[in-house]
Every structure is written in C-alpha cells, then in structure tokens.
T-cell receptor, first 114, second 111 residues
Framework: DAMVIQNPRYQVTQFGKPVTLSCSQTLNHNVMYWYQQKSSQAPKLLFHYYDKDFNNEADTPDNFQSRRPNTSFCFLDIRSPGLGDAAMYLC?????????????FGPGTRLTVT | KNEVEQSPQNLTAQEGEFITINCSYSVGISALHWLQQHPGGGIVSLFMLSSGKKKHGRLIATINIQEKHSSLHITASHPRDSAVYICAVMSSGGSNYKLTFGKGTLLTVNP
C-alpha cells in the first residue's frame, strides 16, 4: 500500500506558468519534507513542515512556496517556473524531526519546463 | 570536501556477484540511511541504522561509528538490483532533522 503519494508523477509546464505539485501521506506523520533533485545530483531540501510550522531552508528561492492544509496533504507551488527548475521533486515524511525517525519518500514528480 | 563520500561512483557486476558499496562521513551523526533510486524513479529507504548491522533479504548494511564508515552489501546480485544507491546521514548537532546525501553509487548488474 502506498504510504507517500505524489501527483502527478510527470508534470509539464510552460516557462513562467504557475504549477502545483501534490503530496499526500497515509502514515499520519508530523513532518513533511520537499526535496528538489536535479539530474545526477543529490536531493536538496527546500523546506519542511513540522505539523503546521513551516520551515524554509535559507537558500530556497522565493519562487518556491508550500502549503499544508491538513496532516495528510502538502503542496509545492512554483510561482514562476524557470528552465532551471526542471527537476525531480521528492516528498518525504517522518513521524518526528528527531533523528531516530526514518524518512519515507514518495515516488517523486518529474517536472519539465518548456 | 563533501561531508558524505561514497565509493565507488559506478559499479558494474555480473549477476550473482557479491556487491559492496562504501560510505564515509566526516560529521558526528545520529543515524545513517541507505536509499535506493531506480533511473528516473523515486527513492526507497532500504535501511536506517545508528550502530551495528541490519539485514533485509539479500541486503546487509553495517556501520562503524568510531571509523565513521558504513557499507552496503548485496549478496547474489540480480539485474533488478541495478539502481543508484545513496548514503545519507542525519547529523547529531545543529539541524539534526536534515539529511545530508552522498552523490550516490550507480550499480549495474548484467545478466
């Protein structure tokens, strides 16, 4: 049974056209993370929610926003996608932020910007 | 220098061979993850460990905290094991909720 679900799996958007990626979880975990992974690179943490508390990484561009309307869902909004934003976007969850808790990853959404 | 170093970067094996992928890290950690990513796909967590050894099927992960080193072993490798294997650590201080990732090891198992 899928525990961390990401929709869509593939997304094509136009340069400058806002796009929203979706993540949902059936684990009832407190923490939800969004990572960006560019080709042949390691995943890079963009931000995370600890319950309703939003935590942005210092180097995450303002173009990237996130919403968590409830425990199960978290959205990644890219306000004006550029060609450099084409990447795999990975959502992950964990029960808590403590290091003893494992992160569970979703299958990812591959974003193409034309 | 990256905080997490993996070796080798690329590994090609014949089906049935015993595989070892190594991970060294330079920071104090509270946990280490081994992750698997198939080409173009999402990430699957294989192991999380903070000491000793874990085994799941044909996969074995070990960690030596004193030497700051971990290994992932695959016994009786199979073409479906072909993937990128990523070591990631959670540091024990500061932003200890963040995973620091290695660059990954691309494993190709030929039939």
């Amino acid at each position: 049974d899928a525990m961390v679900i990401q929709n869509p799996r593939y997304q094509v958007t136009q340069f400058g056209k806002p796009v929203t990626l979706s993540c949902s979880q059936t684990l009832n975990h407190n923490v939800m993370y969004w990572y960006q992974q560019k080709s042949s690179q390691a995943p890079k943490l963009l931000f995370h929610y600890y319950d309703k508390d939003f935590n942005n990484e210092a180097d995450t561009p303002d173009n990237f926003q996130s919403r968590r309307p409830n425990t199960s869902f978290c959205f990644l909004d890219i306000r004006s996608p550029g060609l450099g934003d084409a990447a795999m976007y990975l959502c992950a969850t964990s029960r808590d932020r403590l290091s003893s808790y494992e992160q569970y990853f979703g299958p990812g959404t591959r974003l193409t910007v034309t | 220098k990256n905080e997490v170093e993996q070796s080798p970067q690329n590994l090609t094996a014949q089906e049935g061979e015993f595989i070892t992928i190594n991970c060294s890290y330079s920071v104090g950690i509270s946990a280490l993850h081994w992750l698997q990513q198939h080409p173009g796909g999402g990430i699957v967590s294989l192991f999380m460990l903070s000491s000793g050894k874990k085994k799941h099927g044909r996969l074995i992960a070990t960690i030596n905290i004193q030497e700051k080193h971990s290994s992932l072993h695959i016994t009786a490798s199979h073409p479906r094991d072909s993937a990128v294997y990523i070591c990631a650590v959670m540091s024990s201080g500061g932003s200890n909720y963040k995973l620091t990732f290695g660059k990954g090891t691309l494993l190709t198992v030929n039939p």
